[in-house]
């Protein structure tokens, strides 16, 4: 058994599931103008975001944000993957931290609630943090509670 197979087993055990992925970001966000569900994507959609993203074997990808070509984000239900200017991100699930938004941003210095927030903040257990733009409102918001549940040992 593969290491990417073996998490995705643990993942799955803990009820962190693609249905339950998908309900978190249902419940506490929506579909944006440029963020949604994987699975309403067309299926020509659906291959691109594979393509972009290298899908692994028995990975399933739950919730795009594409901002042009050269920002957008997948997360999956093993890993975050995303695109910054040309340049490409992975981390896995189980190498995550913490997930919070950024304090530090522009938009967050004059953002009244969450839903006005649109840069994750994500913490690796190296330490390294990487910030990702997303679209902001209630997608960012349900972006950002699925992934906290993917921080390992969280409920």
């Given at each position: 058994m593969t290491e990417?197979?073996?998490y995705k087993k643990t993942l799955k055990s803990k009820?962190?599931?693609p249905a339950v992925l998908e309900s978190i970001f249902t419940r506490s966000g929506e579909r944006g103008?440029?963020?949604s569900l994987f699975s309403d994507l067309d299926s020509g959609e659906r291959l691109e975001v594979k393509k972009k993203?290298?899908?692994i074997e028995n990975e399933n990808p739950i919730i795009v944000c594409q901002i042009s070509e050269k920002r957008w984000c997948v997360v999956t239900d093993i890993r975050v993957v995303w695109c910054k200017s040309d340049m490409f991100y992975e981390v896995l699930a189980e190498d995550l931290v913490d997930v919070t938004f950024d304090?530090?941003?522009a938009?967050?210095?004059s953002a009244k609630s969450a839903a006005d927030l649109g840069t994750l903040r994500i913490t690796r257990k190296d330490g390294q943090v990487h910030l990702i733009e997303l679209e902001p409102g209630?997608?960012?918001v349900g972006f950002w509670n699925t992934l906290k549940f993917l921080v390992p040992n969280s409920e």
């Open positions: 990417q197979s073996y009820g962190k599931s103008n440029h963020t993203i290298g899908i304090t530090d941003s938009t967050a210095a209630k997608p960012f």
